[in-house]
């Protein structure tokens, strides 16, 4: 099993890996019509976005997809295909989001886990966002709680059984390793 691309999301014009998340998709290809199939096995949901968090929204900003059949136009946008995949750009789509949101930056590669997505105690920065509707309703710092709980997850993911493991890595709960 391999790590998975994180989508990114630009906050404050920085760059964070958007690694929880607690609430519907933020992008589902099939509202499209596009049935994403896997890239790579550092891809397998076969999609990743960066996405831009305005004061005012939540916007999908970029979006390389693999799929099949043709693509539609986003947001007035068509794909342009690269290497057996289709990128849109400069979307500026309105994403009404609610729920909340991990995203983290300054990874610490010792605590780096072979499958799945990273989690919050494995980065220097992490933040939890709040959205209703795409609008931001709280912005909480938990970097010092990552910090003081590093190496925790790590330590569980490597002494449970296999099944566990891979439960545990694919997914986005904030909860996994912070609650």
Do not use: W
């Not at 998709?25 to 550092?42: D, H």
């Not at 500026?92 to 300054?106: C, D, H, T």
């Not at 990273?118 to 010092?144: C, H, M, P, W």
Request: aromatic residues 12%; proline residues 3%; negative net charge.
């Amino acid at each position: 099993m391999t790590a998975q691309y994180s989508d990114t999301i630009i906050f404050e014009d920085k760059k964070y890996a958007l690694i929880g998340k607690k609430g519907p998709e933020l992008f589902n290809p099939e509202k499209f019509g596009i049935k994403a199939t896997m890239m790579s096995t550092a891809c397998y949901r076969g999609f990743y976005a960066t996405y831009v968090l305005t004061r005012v929204n939540l916007l999908l900003d970029e979006l390389t997809i693999m799929g099949t059949g043709d693509y539609p136009l986003l947001a007035g946008i068509k794909a342009k295909n690269e290497d057996d995949e289709a990128i849109y750009r400069k979307l500026n789509m309105v994403v009404p989001f609610s729920g909340l949101i991990r995203i983290a930056q300054g990874f610490i590669e010792e605590y780096y886990i072979h499958m799945g997505f990273q989690k919050a105690t494995a980065y220097k920065t992490v933040f939890d966002i709040t959205l209703e509707n795409g609008k931001v309703l709280e912005v909480k710092d938990r970097s010092l709680e990552c910090e003081e709980k590093r190496g925790a997850f790590k330590k569980k993911y490597t002494t449970s059984n296999i099944s566990d493991r891979i439960d545990m890595a694919f997914s986005l709960d904030p909860n996994l390793d912070l609650e």
